[in-house]
């Protein structure tokens, strides 16, 4: 119940969306920004950084529009079916330019699996939740490989128990088309090295999204038996840059998924009086490095806990 009042269909439809949509479009011009003002520095350096900071773009942009679409709230309005009409109009170009992703099956069919059954064989993003060693390893093959972000997302991923690509025949194409075009287009146009810098954002956006998953539900707070204490939120230095949207505060957003992105602070304080103090202290977390090494345990057992403690 807590909740309740931060819930999607308590805001004005013309601020929350006004609030996303400039967000986007905000977004969408800093990707601008950084290609047009690619000679200002030796291609060197614009490579590495242009990649840093359009990987992070990218990323936000899937953290934005096609999580908060997932949910049926990028965008809301008084009509249901249109609401999730414009939801898949916003979602789906980003989904399948960005990530390669089958929105209909990944996000809204896959990550409302993954809110009732988190972690569990039938979540479809339960993938990437490793951590310490198994972590680095993935991290350094999918930035310093090429092409190894897709290879395991596809081919590596059905060969999992279970496993199931994150897309279909028609996505890849679209995306291979997509990319191809776009490539060769900023090739001519402004050089390979912006091209390059374009590509291997890519990579960076993998990363980072390893991270963020690693984070949320990584280790042993992945593996308890109650659903809802199966993510962890993290507070960090430069949080706001590095996983934007306030989507490390996924303990509250597994409680209620209802809650916008920019409201989820107000609801972590309203949270704070009624979780108790052994469940508080596991599920938020100020040390990311301890949860991404696998040092973090679940939540205790409070019978177990000192008297006083």
């Known amino acids: 119940m807590a909740g309740q009042p931060f819930h999607f269909k308590t805001k004005s439809a013309f601020v929350h969306n006004t609030i996303n949509l400039s967000a986007f479009a905000l977004l969408l011009v800093l990707q601008g920004v950084t290609l047009v003002y690619h000679d200002i520095v030796s291609p060197y350096i614009y490579v590495p950084l242009a990649a840093l900071v359009l990987g992070a773009l990218y990323f936000s942009c899937i953290i934005l529009v096609v999580h908060e679409a997932s949910h049926n709230m990028f965008v ?169 949207f306030n989507i490390t505060l996924h303990f509250e957003h597994h409680l209620n998924f209802c809650v916008p992105w920019y409201d989820l602070v107000r609801y972590h304080r309203q949270l704070r009086p009624i979780v108790p103090d052994h469940v508080w202290s596991a599920v938020i977390n100020e040390h990311p490095y301890m949860q991404l090494s696998g040092q973090l345990g679940g939540v205790p057992d409070p019978s177990s806990q000192p008297v006083g403690a």
């Open 76 to 244: 809301i309005g008084g009509d249901r079916r249109a609401q999730r009409l414009w939801n898949r109009l916003f979602a789906w170009p980003v989904s399948v330019f960005y990530a390669a992703s089958h929105y209909g099956n990944h996000w809204e069919r896959g990550h409302l699996e993954h809110h009732v059954r988190p972690l569990m064989p039938t979540d479809p993003q339960r993938f990437n939740v490793l951590v310490g060693p198994a972590l680095y390893k993935r991290l350094a093959l999918e930035l310093f490989v090429p092409g190894y972000l897709f290879l395991a997302r596809t081919v590596l991923r059905k060969r999992t128990v279970g496993g199931k690509s994150s897309s279909s025949g028609w996505v890849i194409l679209v995306f291979v088309a997509l990319w191809t075009g776009t490539l060769t287009l900023l090739t001519m146009v402004a050089g390979g090295h912006v091209a390059l810098a374009v590509y291997l954002g890519l990579h960076v956006l993998s990363c980072l999204n390893q991270l963020k998953g690693s984070l949320e539900h990584g280790g042993e707070i992945g593996r308890e038996e109650e659903p809802f204490l199966r993510s962890r939120t993290t507070f960090f230095f430069l949080r706001r840059l590095l996983m934007p």
